[in-house]
């Protein structure tokens, strides 16, 4: 995704559908998305502790990091502040990358295909 960072202009498709088009800006921006990142202490458990709380759409692990992504703003941090408390994580929102976007994207379009 860095790459496309760079470029002009994005395009996501998936089974021969396109999911969306524009600039990185556009593209991240029209989906709404906030997202937090954690870093430190158990990922795992912390992961399972959060799969599926209201507002956490997706989380996805990112290098030593996890992403936690969703449309709702403040059931996402509702969710989040009822899970931190360990000293040895690390919490901060942060900007929705073209990355968080693709998997968000992708979730909704194969949630979408029949096989």
């Known amino acids: 995704?860095?790459?496309a960072e760079r470029c002009h202009k994005l395009a996501y498709i998936a089974s021969g559908r396109l999911l969306i088009q524009g600039t990185a800006a556009e593209v991240v921006a029209r989906q709404g998305l906030t997202t937090w990142a954690a870093s430190g202490g158990d990922l795992t458990a912390l992961?399972?502790?959060?799969?599926g709380k209201?507002?956490?759409?997706?989380?996805?692990?990112?290098?030593n990091s996890l992403h936690?992504?969703?449309l709702?703003?403040?059931?996402l941090e509702a969710s989040i502040d009822a899970v931190r408390g360990d000293a040895a994580q690390r919490w901060e929102r942060i900007e929705s990358g073209l990355e968080d976007v693709f998997i968000h994207l992708i979730s909704k379009a194969e949630d979408r295909v029949i096989p």
């Open 68 to 70: 936690l992504t969703g």
């Open 47 to 51: 992961a399972r502790k959060l799969e």
């Open 1 to 3: 995704m860095d790459e």
């Open 54 to 63: 209201p507002g956490v759409d997706q989380i996805i692990a990112f290098s």
């Open 72 to 75: 709702d703003a403040a059931r």
